[in-house]
């Protein structure tokens, strides 16, 4: 069992930036990859950056050059620093890992921007 915990979520204006966390507990020596999706509303939820065990990174296009996603294997976080934020950006932010073939999901953090 893996729980995650997001957190950071906020309201910024456009241009602003945001850091969000997600803290992993439980059996955490199993995770390898973790990401972040989001979902707006009325929309599906959508990846947004993934990070490997080996620290390599994948990035939906529409956040390239804005985002960044990290981790602290020590500590068993995962963040995601928002740069130059749009109001498209705006979503329900969701931490995502995968162990043994469990899909395992925080609670999600609201990021609203505003124009």
């Known amino acids: 069992q893996v729980q995650l915990v997001e957190s950071g979520g906020g309201l910024v204006q456009a241009g602003g930036s945001l850091r969000l966390s997600c803290a992993a507990s439980g059996s955490t020596v199993s995770i390898s990859t973790m990401s972040w999706y989001r979902q707006a509303p009325g929309k599906q939820r959508e990846l947004v950056a993934r990070?490997?065990?080996?620290?390599?990174?994948t990035y939906a296009d529409s956040v390239k050059g804005r985002f960044t996603i990290s981790r602290d294997n020590a500590k068993n976080t995962v963040d995601l620093q928002m740069n130059s934020l749009k109001p498209e950006d705006t979503a329900v932010y969701y931490c995502?890992?995968?162990?043994?073939?469990?899909?395992?999901w925080g609670q999600g953090t609201q990021v609203t921007v505003s124009s």
């Open positions: 990070i490997f065990s080996g620290g390599s990174t």
């Open positions: 995502k890992t995968v162990v043994v073939g469990h899909m395992y």
